[in-house]
């Protein structure tokens, strides 16, 4: 079958500016369509970020019209490449909307940080998403191929399918390209007042509530799932909970009767970094035949780590989390003295809201030698906390895919999680059944309360101390999942061929 030519658009990729899992979707799919024969090219804003970043960076020459309302803005056009790859990234710049973020005086892509410490929205950021949407558009005819695929991330690039719709679809050289649009967090949609509908210069009949208008407000997510070819978010459990009221944010109703227009496609997994058998971080690296040998060593140099009994028998409960509400953390703070009761350690990396911090500070200084807390940003901790781990904990509240799961299975450290958006697709509970079956993977429950949390957790450990040829037997199959994004792309590779006819 012929390649599908495609050009993503976000407003961060990692390694050139990042602020969550977005980017790092949008930089490992394309490398991954790329490595299955699809010539794919990405776009995303030339922020200062990218300057820091030190990428090489090569001038194209290529200067765009952007019309915005009565003006055009003219923007040049910059080109880098997604490291190790032919991939090419273009860089919209404009200097004004794209380069004042500045971590070091509190100013990030989206946001800056006000004068009490709290983080407001830039005043501009509808302008700036319509102008780079809309030079995103004025982009294809310079890319060397005509894309099939427009495929567009989260409101920053929602009008993306719309002005192919509206404004460039009876242009030559648009009319065969399809539009995919991704939610990767519904809770953020980009919600303006109704005068953002003259810079986008679409004309005022729109602005009705079955396409650009949410209750008064120009929403740009809204107006990215109406307009494209077709929509998705990052799981498929995540896809049909954001149907209903409790997760979808407002948009329930409109989600709910896109039919099979809207799925859900799990991320990948970096296993490039997340690999137990070259992680530079672990005391003692291991594959699936050496994880029994291996790992307790890593267990050992964990609690030694952080200040813990080096006790063999201990099972040591790992979390890794930002510490925010979405997490699950109320949970784990209720459940934790009972897992003390049970004879666990429980070891916390993770970064976020206060209260949590003091919370998890007085539970650690009450339980020294039971409770290991770091506090802060550690990509090494994290990689040590997967390995030297018993069992992972992830009890969310909602998650749209999880990533921390993944990595937890491929490290044979067996998840407890929720049964909610990624996580209840990734995870195969160690029920009776499954556990014969030798398909369970890990721990899982439903409701979101401390009891079944803990409940699961007993459960888990009368595996690990009544029937450890049980609970090897999940480490096992834990390893051996694939959740690589060789694996996500073929997904979306077939989403786009349906959505093209292709
Ligand atoms: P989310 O994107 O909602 O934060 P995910 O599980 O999808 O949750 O991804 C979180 C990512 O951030 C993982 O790579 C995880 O290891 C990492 N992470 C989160 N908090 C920390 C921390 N305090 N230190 C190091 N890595 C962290």
Redesign the pocket.
Known sequence: MAGLRVLLAASEVAGFAKT??LA?VAAALPRALARRGHPTAVAMPYYSAVRRAGVPVEGTGIVLPVPMGTRVLACRVHRSRLPGTDVPVYLIEHQPFFERDDPAAGRGLYQQTMGGGYKSDYPDNAERFVFFSRAVLELVPHLGFTPDVLHANDWQTGLVPVFLAEAYRAKGGYQKTRSVFTIH?IAYQGMFGRDVLGMTGLPGYLFNHAQLEFYGHFNFLKAGVVYADAVNTVSPTYAREIRTAAFGCGLEGLLGGLGGKLSGIV?GCDYDH?DPARDRFLAAPYTAETVFENKPVCKADLQRRFGLPEDPSAPVLGM?????S??GIDLVMSAAPGFLDLGCQVVV????DREFHDQLRAFRDKHPDRVGL??????G??HRI?AGADLFL?P?RY?????????SLRYGTPPVVRTTG?LADTVVNATEENLAAGTATGFAFGDYTASALYETVRWALTLYRERPDDFRQVVLTAMAQDWSWDRSAAAYEALYRKVTGA
């Open positions: 969550g899992g790092d967090n991320n997340w890794i989390a930002r510490l925010v979405q997490k990396l993770g970064d976020g770091h506090l802060g940003f550690d990509e901790i994290a997967e992830m969310s998650e749209p895919c999880g990533l921390n799961q993944l990595y990624g």
